[in-house]
C-alpha cells in the first residue's frame, strides 16, 4: 500500500486549496483515512479524518473551513478541501491511511509523503 499525497502549494490568505491522497495497492478493510499536519516548530496534529463508515472528524481550529471526502467506495482517493486559508494553517500535510491490507497483514498505519502548504500574502 502506498499514499500519494498531492496539491500543496503557496495561497494567499483567505484563498484554498484541494489537496489529494491516492492510495494504490489492494486492501482488504480500510479504518480511517485523513490528514495531519506539522508546522515549523510544532508537533504533528490531526487536520482532518473519515472513517470507514464515512464518520468525520476536524481538529477544531479548522472546522467550518475544510471538508474531507473520499472519491469513491474503493477508498481510492481522499481529497482535503481548504477554504479562507490563514497563515497558522501553513505546515507540511501528510495524508495517512489506517487500514488492513490482507487478511494474514495486521492492521496498520499508512504514510504519505508530506506536501507542503504556504499561507502567505
Known amino acids: 500500500v502506498q499514499l500519494q499525497a498531492s496539491g500543496g502549494g503557496l495561497v494567499q490568505p483567505g484563498g484554498s486549496l484541494s489537496l489529494s491522497c491516492a492510495r494504490s495497492?489492494?486492501?482488504?478493510?480500510?479504518?480511517?483515512m485523513g490528514w495531519y499536519r506539522q508546522a515549523p516548530g510544532k508537533q504533528r496534529e490531526l487536520v482532518a479524518t473519515?472513517?470507514?463508515?464515512?464518520?468525520?472528524?476536524y481538529a477544531d481550529s479548522v472546522k467550518g473551513r475544510v471538508a474531507i471526502f473520499s472519491g469513491d467506495n474503493a477508498w481510492s482517493t481522499v481529497t482535503l478541501q481548504m477554504n479562507n486559508l490563514k497563515p497558522e494553517d501553513t505546515a507540511v500535510y501528510y495524508c495517512?491511511?489506517?487500514?488492513?491490507?490482507?487478511?494474514?497483514?495486521?492492521?496498520?498505519?499508512?504514510w504519505g509523503k508530506g506536501t507542503l502548504v504556504t499561507v502567505s500574502s
Open positions: 495497492g489492494s486492501i482488504l478493510s480500510i479504518y480511517y
Open positions: 495517512y491511511a489506517d487500514l488492513k491490507a490482507s487478511r494474514r497483514d495486521p492492521r496498520s498505519t499508512y
Open positions: 473519515i472513517s470507514g463508515a464515512k464518520t468525520i472528524t
